[in-house]
């Protein structure tokens, strides 16, 4: 039986959607993967791996940097990819990267193999599998999309809070080496053979309504109305922006900045939070647990968020998470006990929990789900590049102070300026739209 058959099958025999299957396999994605390349379990391998070698943290740093620019160069032909052919290759082909390359770690004993093998699954991770699980989702989810991709950033977070703390004890137990080698066959056991099989493109492709709504709530397609802005309402209308068209929006850029900066502070933050707590005295375990309430607060964050989501328009929800990001930020720095440690970690948490939800859901809800691979393949470069610059940034600002006093400081003020700009990220209107308005205003 091929996968489509087996995709065909399954949709119509199941009582339920089919569109939950893929966000199952999307979730477990996010859950087991995702979080191996992140920072956030990076950060509990960065004392004991400088230790043995004599590493530099601006070292460690500059690869997520470097894995953050391939990421850039290979965004745009990611999101076209999966426009043209789904998710299912794509997730699964990265994967198996992923966790091909946290085994390699295992054996390494040279800057470069690090870089060799760190590079490649940081990619991967900051473009195929966010791209891939989130569009996925998107795609299959109109007017329950806040709901699914609320659950989404609950099953990364959830992951993401669990990896760095089994990393640490097995670290603590068996060391570094194996902890790596453990978490990579953990990746490859779970995400790569249900992607393959079924995670499909569009409702539409195997003939299924997209997201059926119950009783009276209907859904429209249009290429002549503007995105409501508050999220999910229950008349839904979708519109489909063309790639060109969405660049010809403020909006799109506006939105881009922004994550640039919310971003660099997620990355920058959360790769160095582990360090600076065991410099200011807290054991390792202590330290880790750190790192854990970070992701923890995301899974809170996503679930507040998404409800905020049906009642406030999305930019000013936006505003508020960039608000609670720079506040997280400057509290890690100001934080040395483990209750003001807790506490910065929670709110630098929600506020990141912010972002990715609320920027997928508005990307989805401003520009319709036609083209929201390549739109969102020309977008996440730019989020990535502030990622790419956050760590490395705080890095070499340790390694020429000593503390991380002046990158959490500008990384603050960063957040700041970019929750200001959201404000003015209004809905994008079509240009035949716009057109047809100033006729009618005549």
Not at 35 to 64: C, D, H, K, N, Y
Not at 136 to 153: D, E, G, Y
Not at 181 to 195: A, K
């Amino acid at each position: 039986m091929t996968a489509n058959a087996l995709r065909s099958r399954l949709a119509q025999t199941l009582p339920f959607y089919y569109g939950w299957v893929v966000f199952a396999i999307c979730a477990s994605t996010s859950y087991s993967t995702r979080p191996l390349m992140a920072v956030a379990t990076l950060t509990v391998f960065v004392v004991p791996m400088t230790e043995q070698f004599g590493w530099s943290r601006g070292l460690i740093s500059g690869a997520v940097s470097l894995g953050g620019l391939c990421a850039v160069a290979i965004s745009p032909i990611v999101g076209r990819l999966i426009d043209r052919s789904g998710s299912g290759v794509m997730v699964a082909a990265s994967s198996a990267v992923a966790g091909l390359c946290a085994i390699g770690l295992s054996t390494i004993s040279q800057a470069w193999a690090f870089y060799a093998l760190f590079v490649p699954g940081r990619t991967v991770f900051a473009s195929p599998l966010e791209l891939g699980t989130s569009t996925a989702v998107s795609n299959w989810f109109i007017r329950r999309r806040p709901l699914a991709l609320a659950l989404i950033s609950a099953s990364q977070g959830t992951g993401l809070a669990l990896m760095p703390l089994a990393a640490q004890f097995i670290i603590g137990g068996w060391g570094w080496r194996n902890a790596w080698f453990s978490l990579g066959l953990y990746t490859l056991i779970l995400s790569v053979i249900p992607p393959l099989l079924l995670l499909a493109r569009r409702p539409e492709d195997m003939g299924l309504d997209p997201d059926p709504a119950s009783g009276k709530a209907k859904l429209q397609t249009s290429t002549t109305k503007t995105r409501r802005e508050v999220s999910g309402t229950s008349n839904v209308e979708e519109i489909n922006f063309t790639v060109r068209e969405a660049l010809y929006t403020k909006a799109f850029w506006i939105l881009s900045a922004f994550s640039a900066a919310g971003f660099m502070v997620q990355a920058g933050v959360s790769l160095h939070q582990v360090p600076h707590f065991i410099q200011q005295g807290l054991p390792a375990g202590q330290a880790a647990f750190m790192a854990s309430s970070f992701a923890f607060s995301q899974v809170f964050g996503g679930f507040m968020w998404s409800t905020l989501a049906r009642r406030f328009p999305l930019r000013f929800l936006l505003a508020m998470a960039g608000l609670s990001v720079a506040t997280g930020a400057m509290g890690t720095w100001f934080s040395d006990t483990l209750t003001t440690g807790l506490m910065a970690s929670g709110m630098l948490g929600v506020g990141v929990g912010g972002l990715h939800l609320l920027l997928r859901l508005t990307w989805a809800d401003y520009y319709g789900r036609q083209y929201l691979g390549s739109i969102r393949g020309l977008t996440l470069p730019v989020q990535i590049a502030g990622q790419a610059v956050g760590p490395v940034l705080a890095g070499f600002m340790y390694d020429s102070y000593g503390n991380y006093q002046v990158p959490f400081t500008i990384f603050a003020i960063g957040a700041s300026l970019g929750a200001v700009l959201v404000l003015m990220a209004t809905p994008p209107r079509l240009p035949q739209q716009s057109t047809e308005e100033s006729k009618l205003q005549k």
